[in-house]
C-alpha cells in the first residue's frame, strides 16, 4: 500500500516542485533584496577574488539550493516549498533548450534588462571538482549563476546592498512526497 507522506518544516506543510510538464520550470532570474535562499551573491573585482572593488561589475552566488525549506504565502495559504537536485537539473535544461540565459528582472518585477548577460550558469558537483569559492557549505546540486551588470543605475543598486541575490521564476506543480520515495530523497 502506498501512503503520501504530508512533510511539515515549521509546523507548515512542506511540498516538493514538480516540472513534469513541459510548460513548467524557470522562465527568468531576478535580482532581489532579500533572496529566498537566504545566501546573497558575491561581486567581484577583475582577478575574481572577492573584493569591495567592483570594476568589472561580476556578481555571482546560488540561485537555487536544494532540499532547502522556501516560505511561500499564497493568499491565506502558507506553507514551504523545496526543489530536489533531479528537478533542478531538469529546469536547468529547460532553460537551457530555451535560451533563456539573459531572461532578468529585477525584484520579480516582469520588466526585462537587457543589460545585465549571463556569463556563467553551474551546478555544485563535488565529484568534479566544481565546488565554487565562498560556498563550499553549500551542498552538491546547488545552482550558480554569475552575470555581468552593464546598466550602471543596477550596478550602484548592487553596490548599494539594494540588491544582494538572486531569486528564480519558476512555473511549477506542488508535489506531496510518496513515502516509498523518501529514503531516496534523503539520501
Known sequence: TKYLLIMTYNNLPLYYIGIDDEELGMSAISLVDDPAVERNFLKFKKDYKFRQD??????????????????????????YVCFGRDVIESMVIKYSKQ???????????????DNIIMISFLIKN?????????????????????FKVMNEEVWERVKDGELQGFSIECLAELVEMPDDDLDDYLR
Not at 54 to 79: L, T, V
Not at 100 to 112: A, E, F, R, T
Request: net charge negative.
Open 54 to 79: 567592483y570594476d568589472q561589475h561580476i556578481i555571482f552566488g546560488p540561485a537555487i539550493i536544494p532540499d532547502k525549506p522556501i516560505y511561500r504565502k499564497d493568499g491565506d495559504k502558507e506553507y
Open 99 to 113: 535560451n533563456l540565459w539573459n531572461s532578468v528582472n529585477l525584484q520579480h518585477n516582469d520588466i526585462p534588462e
Open 126 to 146: 563535488s565529484d568534479l571538482g566544481i565546488v565554487p569559492r565562498y560556498y563550499e557549505d553549500l551542498p552538491d546540486g546547488t545552482l550558480f549563476v554569475a
